[in-house]
């Protein structure tokens, strides 16, 4: 849709241009700008599979040595004819780690789309010059929007009638004070492009509440064109940072991979050296003891205890009704020692 300033045109105006009237749209023209422009909600990020999510988990550097170590441990059990004990416990660590973490994003997920259900509201809207209730998600740019005062802003749209209409619009404006709703034509001053999204008083968006009195809107934008789709759409573009703890594991990988290295090229050579032969069988014995030292240093268990200790995080906060998509977030708000907030509580 174009970027129109409906709060510069009359009521009339924007009527025109929307190709709506008063009396709302006919159910078959509703049905053809539901096709032109989709549904009227916010769009969902891309699904991602089970096992692309049990890939993620296995990208951490701490799995990726452990892994490794995995593999090392079996070469040397098969070489030496030992027990593959070491390897299904190093195995068993990763696999425990792997699945707590998908189990606990996949329950996180049903639980924000069991919330998602539940917010899934109804307005009342003028078709075929007949009010119904219709479910948000078929609005249509043009549909005439009835009003009151509980009601939840289903899409962003130019007010057509007011009686002491009043809507709140912090989540969009940051200002927990109600705006006074009226129909008047807002005016650009010299060299201004735009008003405010605060200042436009005749019109009314998606987030918002009525808190007081009434009124008829027609819908000019839905879905991912209104306000509040812009704001999704910004978010969406964001990258997610490390969190601290993150880091720091992601450090001690580096370390422990440079030690392991160190280690297992020392003491092959150290060991040669020593030996004074160099045949085959004594420089894969050699090679042995070196890896079994290497492996001997990676602590296996340190990422089955930070899942562990994260997953208890994660059932303790989820009893004070609080979902946490990913373990890691349990550790970010417990590194906060500040929060700023709005007086509308805004984070």
Known sequence: MECVLYYNESPDKVLQELNASASGLTAAEAAKRMEQYGPNKLAEGKKVSLFQRFLEQLKDPMIIILLAAALISG????????????????????LINAVLGVYQESKAEKAIEALQQMTASTCKVLRDGKQISLKNTDLVPG?????????????????????????????LTGESVPVNKAIDVLQLSDGQKSIPLGDRKNMAYMGSAVVYGRGTMVVTATGMETEMGKIATALADTQDGQT???????????????????????????????????????????????????????????????????SIGVTNMSKRNAVIRRLTAVETLGCAQVICSAKTGTL
């Open 75 to 94: 070469i040397t059990s098969v070489y030496s004819g030992e027990s593959f004990a070491d390897v299904i416990i190093i195995l068993a660590v990763v």
């Open 143 to 171: 549909d005439i929007v009835l009003l009151e005062a509980g009601d939840a802003v289903p899409a962003d749209g130019r007010i057509l009638e007011s009686a002491s209409l009043k809507i709140e619009e912090s989540a």
């Open 244 to 310: 601290p703890l993150q880091k720091k594991l992601e450090q001690l990988g580096k370390t422990l991979s440079f030690l392991v290295l160190g280690i297992c090229v020392f003491m092959f050579v150290f060991s040669l050296l020593r030996a004074g032969d160099f045949h085959l069988e004594v420089v894969l014995d050699t090679f042995m003891v070196a890896v079994s030292l290497a492996v001997a240093a990676i602590p296996e268990g340190l990422a089955a205890v930070v899942t562990v200790v994260l």
